[in-house]
């Protein structure tokens, strides 16, 4: 009986204190706009990234996954490395994860649309010091247009490494983007797209990428284990071989 009464009373504490509260890179817990506005990024190696986020449009906020992909960067692991590679993120919005990966040594491209594009260059330009410093003087990422619904610029291609976060919103960009991925990306030697696996774009994309890429899901050992949730998937792009299948 007293065991029986120990935890009904564990039960009661629990209840009183009600639900645990969501860890702070979580951006999509609950739907209370209250939880946009800033977001502060300590990089791997210290250093403060801050993003002063606008209510505009989805690019101008800052998501799980973003935070989860510059977690995994930073983690390391097979084929991670972008230590003094050429990268090019794709739909970068707030730019968080191509800031982090330039933190690590990376040559960065940001790309957005129109739209969204001088929120991203605000949010680069504010974070000028950070990005310069500890990284021998290095210029901080370009930011540049890129629409999807327009073919790719020729300086949009030779990249390293692709990236894009959270970018399958819809069905419609999610196909767009797979016609990017395979203008610009077929000599990358790691093509990464993270996204929440409720987004209406996945299973779009999938089908749609299929004709240039072969796709595997990475596995949840790759991510840091602090900044990863069952929603969250990173899809690993290989290019397929002229003749391949």
Not at 162 to 191: G, M, N, T, Y
Request: charged letters at 20%; glycine letters at 10%; proline letters at 5%.
């Amino acid at each position: 009986m007293a065991a029986l009464a120990a935890v009904i009373a564990a039960k009661a504490r629990r209840a009183s204190a009600g639900p645990a509260a969501a860890a702070p890179w979580r951006r999509e817990v609950d739907a209370d706009a209250t939880r946009y506005g800033r977001f502060d990024y300590v990089c791997a190696d210290g250093t403060a990234l801050v993003i002063e986020e606008a209510y505009s449009s989805t690019g101008t906020r800052v998501w799980d996954m973003a935070v989860a992909m510059a977690r995994m960067f930073e983690r390391g692991g097979a084929g991670l490395d972008v230590r003094g590679a050429r990268v090019l993120e794709l739909g970068a919005g707030s730019g968080l994860l191509g800031m982090a990966l330039h933190r690590l040594g990376a040559d960065v491209a940001l790309t957005e649309c129109a739209e969204v594009l001088p929120h991203l260059a605000a949010v680069v330009a504010a974070n000028a010091a950070a990005l310069a410093d500890g990284g021998g003087g290095r210029a901080p990422p370009r930011v540049a247009a890129l629409d999807w619904r327009e073919p790719p610029p020729d300086d949009a291609r030779g990249f390293d490494v692709v990236v894009a976060s959270d970018v399958l919103i819809c069905a419609q960009w999610a196909v767009a983007l797979a016609a990017v991925l395979a203008a610009v990306a077929a000599d990358a030697r790691l093509v990464l797209v993270g996204t929440q696996r409720r987004r209406d774009g996945v299973p779009h994309f999938l089908t749609a990428v299929d004709a240039a890429f072969d796709v595997e899901e990475v596995g949840a050992d790759a991510f840091h284990p602090d900044f990863f949730h069952a929603d969250l998937a990173v899809y690993r792009l290989t290019p397929k071989q002229p003749g391949g299948t």
